[in-house]
């Protein structure tokens, strides 16, 4: 099993948009059901007000690199990513369980 985490934050030079990024949020939890490489997915918002904190975790789990490749190319996430990329940045972490 591969593991991957992604961290989320708001890009300190885009303006708050609650409901948007509540839809953003939405879409993302979402996504987990319809891709079928996915084996488990969970989002989650920072509970903490700490400067070293992001916004958001993606934890997920694949079967192995191929499947993590499924997903990554999955037009339903290619088109959440461009979504994503305006309002967002993020960082990824990927690892053998």
């Not at 593991?3 to 996504?31: N, Y």
């Not at 088109?79 to 990824?92: G, Q, R, S």
Request: glycine letters at 2%; one cysteine or more; aromatic letters at 10%.
């Amino acid at each position: 099993m591969l593991r991957h985490i992604v961290l989320f934050r708001r890009k300190a030079d885009v303006a708050q948009d609650p409901a948007g990024e509540a839809a953003l949020v939405a879409r993302m939890d979402a996504l987990g059901a319809d891709i079928p490489a996915i084996k488990s997915w969970r989002v989650a918002r920072n509970e903490m007000d700490r400067p070293i904190c992001w916004d958001y975790v993606l934890e997920s789990e694949v079967a192995d690199a191929a499947a993590l490749d499924d997903y990554l190319f999955h037009p339903l996430h290619q088109a959440l990513v461009a979504d994503l990329k305006p309002y967002f940045e993020w960082a990824a972490v990927d690892y053998t369980l």
